[in-house]
């Protein structure tokens, strides 16, 4: 049987399902996701694309591509961020927090070497992106 989660933006005029199990799950502390988000980090949880669908509220959708591979979607009504579409790597991003029943487990720290906020849990913080989805692969020290 295949587990499913739903969630919502902020004001719960997109509703959103993901279904089977996230590719992985950490942080991102670039630039990017800091001043998106409107916090120090940003907790992501990776799905296939395909995992992905909006139930309601798709007219509701905005979109913002500001930097390559990343397009961000929110809801034009409250602002609220849902998700973010990779399509190089056929990845979304579904924001941690907007899947409230998703037991969250991290396992990895992105582009660390732009972190404001230093965590120590003993996660393995990659400078910017593992090798395999072209990064350098480098990990830097906690």
Same mark, same amino acid.
């Given at each position: 049987?295949?587990?499913?989660?739903?969630?919502?933006?902020?004001?719960?005029s997109?509703?959103?399902?993901?279904?089977?199990?996230?590719?992985?799950?950490?942080?991102?502390?670039?630039?990017?996701?800091?001043?998106?988000?409107?916090?120090? #980090? @940003?907790?992501?949880?990776?799905?296939?694309?395909?995992?992905v669908?909006?139930? %309601?509220?798709? /007219?509701?959708?905005? +979109?913002?591509?500001?930097?390559?591979?990343?397009?961000?979607?929110?809801?034009?009504?409250?602002?609220?961020?849902?998700?973010?579409?990779?399509?190089?790597?056929?990845?979304t991003?579904?924001?941690?927090?907007?899947?409230?029943?998703?037991?969250?487990?991290?396992?990895?720290? #992105? @582009?660390?070497?732009?972190t404001?906020?230093?965590?120590?849990?003993?996660?393995? %913080?990659?400078? /910017?992106?593992?090798? +395999?989805?072209?990064?350098?692969?480098?990990?830097?020290?906690?």
């Amino acid at each position: 049987m295949t587990t499913t989660h739903k969630g919502t933006c902020f004001c719960g005029s997109v509703e959103i399902e993901v279904s089977g199990t996230p590719v992985g799950m950490g942080y991102c502390h670039c630039t990017s996701c800091r001043v998106w988000s409107a916090g120090p #980090v @940003n907790a992501f949880s990776l799905w296939k694309s395909g995992s992905v669908r909006i139930t %309601k509220g798709q /007219d509701l959708v905005g +979109e913002y591509a500001g930097v390559p591979n990343s397009k961000r979607q929110f809801c034009e009504n409250c602002g609220g961020h849902i998700m973010t579409d990779h399509p190089e790597w056929g990845v979304t991003d579904v924001f941690a927090a907007a899947i409230p029943s998703l037991a969250f487990e991290p396992s990895v720290h #992105v @582009n660390y070497a732009e972190t404001v906020l230093p965590m120590r849990d003993g996660l393995p %913080k990659f400078k /910017d992106f593992p090798a +395999e989805i072209g990064g350098s692969g480098e990990q830097v020290a906690e």
